[in-house]
């Protein structure tokens, strides 16, 4: 095997936190393949990929690239040693085009002067030929997450990288987003290019990869040909236990209505409407889902209803009461529970503690304050009760949030949220980016609050998750409603039609007769 990466005995602890990340983990990467790198949220999958790209020094250990010794402490040396990576949260500047981005220190000029229609053009010509095409002269903030990782796979092909480092690269994409990436993904490969792919989605490793390596704990606990594994050993190897992937869904009781949305109008982004007369409502113990395409108005919709974008028509009721223009507060003290799309940038702060995070939503709650002062020992219990209820671990009550992993860190968002019995969870996208042990734990968590009562109104991209868990399904397509099915009627094919702007009567005539 020609080898292009070889990783050997790396290690890595964190004292502040006192996790052993790696353990002496080995990782052999040969020219040409799509690697596979799996694990559950803080198995060290990324912490190893963080040392190879130079974002943290080893402990110990040696890394080769070709054969030869590689000294890497920071990322300007893996880029000169052709190591390139897309991290989870992109590393774009917002206000910038995408060619800006794209050629980013590396300008056409003359005297000074940028040529900026030669920048353009040299981009639009690299994203053609990649398959990735995108607008060169858009600017980053106004693009789709989708458009923004194509931007920065574009950064690293503009750099000639020949190790490429996806981090969980179809988080954030929809089914045909993942497809066209794999596509992307397969041709580098073919180029002699070679792809490490970290994900927690084990049928994305048997659509790409070439070979798969398995993290438990900070440990590489095996290698394997994608043509000689399959899904329930890596997930069996992934969590050390034997993984349910069916989850269990009781039929549904739904009681009286909780939410009523009627007539509602959001606008998007420089104003445009994002969401056209959308009505519905969610019932007492059933869960509402919708589904869609990435960008077809899901985080407006969420926003209007949870008080955080204001809405330019329609109506919003909790239980009757008309919520339309409350604020934040308000709504969550009527009972509103939010599972953002972005548990990093809106759902939690990192540099804050566990015990702040949780109580950021309840600080006038009379357990956790008092005449205006917290009530430091009530706040440490409830911290401790979130952390075992919902099996946060590597967390401490008092300490910082920044080092936890994305499953634990999301299960703090879930503890915060749920705890208390809210009447409404609005879900969006809540196992994004999530391991399988996680996202089984979500949706655990998710069911048992409507057996608990709670109307829920999930929103997901992923079709998976909107079969397993709705009990009825609406798809939105550019702002509307294309259509609500009940889930006995709902079949994959079946959305897919709604998702790209068909309609119940286009169901009806591709169903057989």
């Not at 330019?312 to 239980?319: A, K, M, T, W």
């Not at 430091?376 to 920044?402: C, E, M």
């Given at each position: ?42 198995a ?44 989870q949260?992109f590393?774009?500047?917002p ?45 980053v903030?106004?693009l ?48 002699g ?27 590489r ?14 997930a ?16 549904a ?14 606008a998007?982004?420089e104003?445009?409407?994002?969401i ?10 059933e ?14 919709l969420?926003e ?38 972005d548990?990093?940038?809106i ?16 600080y ?14 009530n706040?440490?219990?409830?911290t ?6 919902f ?10 949030i ?27 996208q ?17 069911l ?26 609406a ?21 897919g039609?709604?998702?790209?702007g ?10 057989p007769?």
């Amino acid at each position: 095997m020609d080898s292009a990466v070889e990783m050997t005995g790396i290690a890595k602890y964190f004292a502040s936190t006192n996790v052993q990340a790696n353990k002496d983990v080995d990782l052999s990467v040969a020219r040409g393949e799509v690697h596979a790198l799996v694990g559950e949220n803080g198995a060290g999958k990324t912490t190893l990929m963080n040392i190879l790209y130079g974002l943290l020094p080893a402990d110990r250990g040696e890394i080769h690239l070709y054969g030869k010794p590689a000294q890497i402490g920071h990322p300007d040396d893996a880029i000169r040693l052709g190591i390139g990576m897309v991290h989870q949260h992109f590393k774009l500047v917002p206000s910038f085009t995408v060619a800006e981005n794209v050629m980013l220190g590396m300008e056409p000029n003359t005297v000074g002067v940028l040529r900026k229609s030669e920048e353009s053009e040299s981009v639009r010509q690299m994203a053609e030929s990649y398959g990735l095409p995108v607008d060169p002269g858009a600017r980053v903030r106004d693009l789709p997450v989708g458009m923004q990782q194509r931007v920065e796979i574009l950064k690293l092909l503009q750099r000639n990288a020949q190790v490429l480092i996806l981090d969980e690269p179809t988080a954030v994409l929809t089914p045909q987003e993942s497809r066209e990436l794999f596509v992307v993904v397969r041709k580098l490969a073919e180029s002699g290019r070679s792809v490490i792919f970290i994900t927690h989605k084990l049928f994305e490793v048997m659509d790409v990869a070439d070979r798969v390596s398995v993290m438990r704990r900070g440990e590489r606990v095996g290698t394997k040909p994608v043509s000689e594994t399959n899904i329930a050993e890596l997930a069996r190897m992934m969590v050390g236990r034997e993984v349910l992937f069916d989850v269990e869904r009781k039929a549904a009781r739904p009681g009286e209505v909780v939410l009523e949305v009627d007539d509602l109008l959001v606008a998007g982004a420089e104003g445009l409407p994002a969401i056209r007369s959308v009505s519905f409502n969610v019932r007492q113990g059933e869960i509402f889902g919708i589904a869609g395409v990435n960008g077809n108005g899901q985080t407006e919709l969420a926003e209007a209803i949870t008080g955080m974008r204001r809405t330019e028509g329609g109506s919003i009721r909790l239980r009757g009461e008309d919520i339309t223009r409350a604020p934040v507060d308000r709504r969550r003290s009527a009972g509103i529970a939010h599972i953002p799309e972005d548990r990093m940038r809106i759902g939690l702060n990192l540099n804050a503690t566990v015990d702040e995070n949780l109580i950021v939503s309840r600080y006038r709650d009379p357990l956790i304050s008092r005449l205006g002062f917290l009530r430091r020992s009530n706040i440490r219990h409830f911290t401790r009760d979130v952390i075992r209820d919902f099996d946060v671990a590597a967390a401490q009550p008092g300490k910082g949030i920044a080092t936890l992993s994305g499953g634990n860190l999301q299960k703090i968002v879930l503890g915060r949220e749920l705890s208390g019995d809210p009447g409404l969870i609005v879900a969006n996208q809540p196992t994004r980016g999530l391991d399988v042990g996680s996202i089984e734990f979500v949706y655990r968590t998710l069911l048992e609050a409507r057996e608990h009562g709670a109307a829920i109104l999930l929103i997901s991209v992923e079709l998976d998750e909107i079969m397993s868990l709705s009990d009825r399904v609406a798809v939105l397509f550019r702002g509307r409603f294309a259509g609500e099915l009940d889930s006995a009627a709902v079949t994959e094919d079946r959305l897919g039609i709604l998702m790209a702007g068909g309609s119940l009567a286009d169901l009806e005539m591709a169903s057989p007769s």
